[in-house]
Each structure stands twice: as structure tokens, then as C-alpha cells.
């Protein structure tokens, strides 16, 4: 299997602009997670699913933020309009059970 | 407080130093205990999982959960240049429920 796949791997954007992040998750997991990691808040869940449907949202830091998983191979997170306070790291994970297996993460940098 | 406490380091120790990590938790209902591994520009992945109290071995690591003074530790024999990463410790109370992270430890093996 080739992981959770996440894109794109680098995205720069300038404020103001919408942002989509894509992931595909592992194939035959049923929970999808969207974690943000920074240097100073760490790695936050912002979004988690369980078999395509939202559980806890209580992450996402505002209503600029959404998250979709219209089917068990797709997930977006979007981000409009984007804030240079949004540059972080944005990792997708999937899991069967206990285990969480991460993807490499998108580098986002708002300018 | 939050869910998980983990001294963020940074941690330095030599070639073939026995390295201990640890993290402490408040949430008894936590069951399941996972520590993650994530080298610089990359996604977490998982390193070892346990489930309840006890010890677990896999070759070099050793990982150590003791529920009643929800303390968990991660212990690597020999260390070698290569476990130079950041380990993260992280906790769930059941499958398919999100996970809670420490913020991580970031620890280099000096040759």
C-alpha cells in the first residue's frame, strides 16, 4: 500500500486566497484525521471522521476552515479565506483501529 | 492542564546512552498508549503502541505504561545517530476516538 497520500506537498499562497488539502487515506481505514502542527502549539487535531462522517470539528479554529470526505478515499480541507497565521504543517492520518498512520504533511505558507 | 504533559527537551546524549522519554496524563479513561517518531520535514509514524498497563519490547525500544500514576515512558538501549528524531507520545481512550499528543521530545544522538 502506498500510505496516506497527501497534496500537494508545498503550498504558497498569498492572504486572502482559498486553500484546498487533499488526502487520500489508506485504503480500508475507517477514521480520517486533519492535524496542524506548528513549532509553538505542536500538532492540534483540528477535524476527525469516522466512516466519512464528522465526529469532533471542535478543532477547527474558525469558520474559515471545512473539511469534506465525500466518500472513504477523499477527504479536502479548505481554508478561505487564508490568513498568514494559517502557515503551518497540515497532516492527514487514517486508522483501522489504534494505530494512526500519518501522511508526509503539506507545507503551507500564507504570505 | 492539558490532556498530556511531555517535556519538550531538546535532549542530548551520546552514542549507546540509554535514552528515557516519558510523558504524564490526566484522563484515566485513557487505554491505549502510542509513541510516534518524526524526523525533520516528516510525518509522525508510529513506533510502538500498548494497551493498558504494562511493558512492551521491540527490539532496542521498550515502552512503559503504569496507569495508576498515568506515567508512560519510552526506553531506546544503545541509542544510535539515527533516533535522532522527535518523539511523540500520544493517548486514546478507545479505537476509533481521536488521539491526544504531547507536544514532543526532541532528542539528538551525538556520534
Known amino acids: 500500500d502506498a500510505g496516506v497520500i497527501q497534496s500537494p506537498r508545498h503550498e504558497v499562497t498569498e492572504m486572502g486566497q482559498e486553500v484546498t488539502l487533499r488526502c487520500k487515506p489508506i485504503s480500508g481505514h475507517n477514521s480520517l484525521f486533519w492535524y496542524r502542527q506548528t513549532m509553538m502549539r505542536g500538532l492540534e487535531l483540528l477535524i476527525y471522521?469516522?466512516?466519512?462522517?464528522?465526529?469532533?470539528d471542535s478543532g477547527m479554529p474558525e469558520d474559515r476552515f471545512s473539511a469534506k470526505m465525500p466518500n472513504a478515499s477523499f477527504s479536502t480541507l479548505k481554508i478561505q479565506p487564508s490568513e498568514p497565521r494559517d502557515s503551518a504543517v497540515y497532516f492527514c492520518a487514517s486508522s483501522v483501529k489504534y494505530e494512526q498512520y500519518f501522511g508526509p504533511g503539506t507545507r503551507l505558507t500564507v504570505t | 492542564q492539558k490532556e498530556v504533559e511531555q517535556d519538550p527537551g531538546p535532549l542530548s546524549v551520546p552514542e549507546g546512552a540509554i535514552v528515557s522519554l516519558n510523558c504524564t496524563y490526566s484522563?484515566?479513561?485513557?487505554?491505549?498508549f502510542m509513541w510516534y517518531r518524526q524526523y525533520s520535514r516528516k510525518g509522525p509514524e508510529l513506533l510502538m503502541y500498548t494497551y493498558s498497563s504494562g511493558n512492551k519490547e521491540d527490539g532496542r525500544f521498550t515502552a512503559q505504561v503504569d496507569k495508576s500514576s498515568k506515567y508512560i515512558s519510552l526506553f531506546i538501549r544503545d541509542s544510535q545517530p539515527s533516533d535522532s528524531a522527535t518523539y511523540l507520545c500520544?493517548?486514546?481512550?478507545?479505537?476509533?476516538?481521536?488521539?491526544?499528543f504531547g507536544t514532543g521530545t526532541s532528542l539528538t544522538v551525538i556520534p
Open positions: 484522563n484515566s479513561a485513557f487505554q491505549y
Open positions: 471522521f469516522n466512516n466519512n462522517v464528522p465526529i469532533d
Open positions: 500520544a493517548m486514546s481512550v478507545s479505537t476509533g476516538n481521536q488521539f491526544y
